[in-house]
């Protein structure tokens, strides 16, 4: 089991564009959950899925969005990017039911924007 | 306002020694303290959950309520615990929610 694979592994963006994050859970389970982790910081909350719908949202602008597919994979994406936007995006993958130590987190996603 | 603080950016110590990687919290309610670790060029880990009172790799931490702290304890330090420690929160029950502090570096020299 390849547990929680995240891609790209590196992006580099200019600012005003989008991007597009991908995250595969780790098999069996259903949730994932993304968070930013900027520079020296400790990861933030961005949003969970569950049965593809947004389940539950930290304190993240309109310009984060996601999405969870039928195969419980999900996207992240950042519209209109800002230099502050730049952060290691880690995706958790959980089962529901099993409770807040069953999360599975990926490498991430190292965004830069420029 | 639901929040978490690691006080120390690095702790180094020697092997053999003991440690205490402090963590405070914020909460108002019942809230579920974790201690994730990260080695170097690994992912983000689960050391450890207060409900299940357990000592892994040594480790443990004991969840004080009235001082709203749960800081992470080891008697005798290894080199292979040099890593990144992370406290987080949770309210009760699979909220989806982790709300981590800033991370303590842990250096252990030889």
């Known amino acids: 089991d390849a547990g929680v694979t995240q891609s790209p592994t590196h992006l580099i963006k200019t600012r005003g564009q989008q991007v597009t994050l991908r995250c595969s859970p780790k098999?069996?389970?259903?949730?994932v959950s993304w968070y930013q982790q900027a520079l020296g910081q400790g990861p933030q909350f961005i949003f969970q899925?569950?049965?593809?719908?947004?389940?539950q949202r930290g304190n993240f602008p309109d310009r984060f969005s996601g999405h969870q597919f039928p195969n419980y994979s999900s996207e992240l994406n950042v519209n209109a990017l800002l230099l502050g936007d730049s952060a290691l995006y880690l995706c958790?993958?959980?089962?529901?039911?099993?409770?807040?130590?069953?999360?599975?987190f990926g490498s991430g996603t190292r965004l830069t924007v420029v | 306002a639901q929040r978490v603080t690691q006080p120390e950016k690095l702790l180094s110590v020697f092997k053999g020694a003991p440690v205490e990687l402090k963590c405070n919290y914020s909460?108002?309610?019942?809230?579920?303290l974790f201690w994730y670790v990260q080695y170097s060029r690994q992912r983000l880990q689960l050391l450890l959950r207060?409900?299940s009172r357990e000592s892994i790799k040594g480790f443990t931490a004991d969840l004080n309520k009235g001082e709203t702290s749960f800081h992470l304890k080891k008697p005798f330090a290894q080199e292979e615990d040099s890593a990144m420690y992370y406290c987080?929160?949770?309210?009760?029950?699979?909220?989806?929610?982790?709300?981590f502090g800033q991370g303590t570096t842990l250096q252990v020299k030889p």
């Open positions: 909460y108002s309610g019942s809230p579920e």
């Open positions: 207060h409900i």
């Open positions: 899925y569950y049965e593809e719908e947004e389940r």
């Open positions: 987080a929160l949770s309210g009760p029950g699979n909220t989806g929610k982790l709300i």
């Open positions: 958790a993958s959980s089962l529901t039911g099993a409770g807040n130590y069953g999360y599975t």
């Open positions: 098999s069996g389970h259903d949730t």
